[in-house]
Nanobody, 114 residues
Framework: VQLVESGGGLVQPGGSLRLSCAAS????????MSWYRQAPGKERELVAY????????NYADSVKGRFTISRDNAKNTVYLQMNSLKPEDTAVYYC????????WGQGTQVTVSS
């Protein structure tokens, strides 16, 4: 199982980023997926969740209306579109394969700063 995040970087407040998580080594279309984040000195927190076929999504209150999770099962990839970014969104973002055994990617740094 491999999960590889990309798309992080430095962005100004109010800007946008699109994170990608490329999955391999398992039947991607059989698993729900999630994005988490961990800011310095804080615990890792759930940001967004998407069901197997993408019909159901959930978001942390702090990102509702700004972030959108989506998936392309043909490309074995899950995305996180982040708009109207705030400094408090600064964190390492991880994708996670849900299920009885959870797998994590290595993370991608997102820094929101002027």
């Amino acid at each position: 199982v491999q999960l590889v995040e990309s798309g992080g970087g430095l962005v100004q407040p109010g800007g946008s980023l699109r994170l990608s998580c490329a999955a391999s080594g398992f039947g991607f279309s059989n698993y729900a997926m999630s994005w988490y984040r961990q800011a310095p000195g804080k615990e890792r927190e759930l940001v967004a969740y998407i069901s197997i076929a993408g019909g159901r999504t959930n978001y942390a209150d702090s990102v509702k209306g700004r972030f959108t999770i989506s998936r392309d099962n043909a490309k074995n990839t899950v995305y996180l579109q982040m708009n109207s970014l705030k400094p408090e969104d600064t964190a390492v973002y991880y994708c996670r394969r849900n299920g009885n055994i959870a797998y994590w990617g290595q993370g991608t740094q997102v820094t929101v700063s002027s």
